[in-house]
């Protein structure tokens, strides 16, 4: 499978141009041209690599490359700068990033930097975030367990879906025709009670106080939001 690259960079040129170069290398290319949407585009699809420039619209690129990196992704990750930003500073703020170029950079340079990341980090190895931290619940999306204040809670497999398409999405209102596409996949056919009533179920297992939900709200006339807080 080709190696997918998700390039973050507010310049639209330099975003096209890196686009087409790497996809004409044969790499599956996303691009986000801003950091928040770019740090959820990295939450929600998994990527081989990550091309991040450092000063972007919403969220930098050192934020969102520390976020990554206690959420427990390993996906390699190759920093732009402009060439009067000290990448010393980048450096010594221990981001975790692997690798940076200063702009400007040849196309060529890039291009064997990707290559010796994706080489280095070898195929299928880099995973996207695998663990969540919302206030006492923690979310491990790999092994699917879940506990609170350390101990495991038990769900059912579509309570787990649930609960991590929530988390991926937490502070989007999310509506119960969205949920019930999403986790149950179907277009509407059984009704959007399905969700309320798999809410509540959750709500139980992982509510403080069930009746007074902390996590995941109601948002009235639209759905539910998931308001958990991550924490690193
Ligand atoms: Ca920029």
């Known amino acids: 499978m080709n190696a997918r690259i ?34 959820d585009m990295a939450m929600r699809e998994p990527f ?30 190759l920093m732009l ?10 450096i010594g703020l221990r981001t975790g990033a692997d690798d940076y170029l200063t702009k400007p950079f040849k196309m060529v340079e890039l291009l064997a930097r990707v290559d010796a990341l994706l080489r ?15 206030g006492d619940l923690q979310i491990d999306i790999r092994s699917t367990e879940v ?16 609960l991590r398409y929530f988390v991926e999405h937490r502070g989007a209102t999310l509506s119960r025709d969205e949920l019930l596409r999403e986790v149950w996949g179907y277009g509407g056919q059984p009704s959007t009670r399905t ?21 995941i709200l109601t948002v009235v006339g639209l759905g539910y939001k998931f308001a958990g807080e991550p924490k690193g």
């Open 48 to 77: 081989d690599l990550l091309i991040l420039d450092l000063m972007l619209p919403g969220q930098n690129g050192l934020a969102i490359c520390q976020k990554l990196r206690q959420l427990g992704s390993n996906t390699p990750i």
């Open 120 to 134: 280095r980090a070898g195929p299928g190895k880099s995973t996207g975030p695998v663990r969540y931290q919302c």
């Open 195 to 215: 969700v309320d009533v798999h809410v509540a179920w959750l709500r139980q297992k992982i509510e403080p106080d069930p009746k007074n939900p902390q996590l």
């Open 6 to 39: 998700l390039i973050v960079e507010d310049e639209t040129g330099l975003a096209t141009t890196l686009k087409d170069r790497l996809r004409k290398q044969g790499y599956a290319v996303g691009v986000a041209q801003d950091g928040n949407s770019g740090m």
């Open 147 to 162: 506990t609170r204040e350390g101990r495991p809670v038990a769900l059912a497999a579509k309570e787990f879906q649930l």
């Open 81 to 90: 700068t402009a060439r009067r930003q000290t990448m010393d500073k980048v």
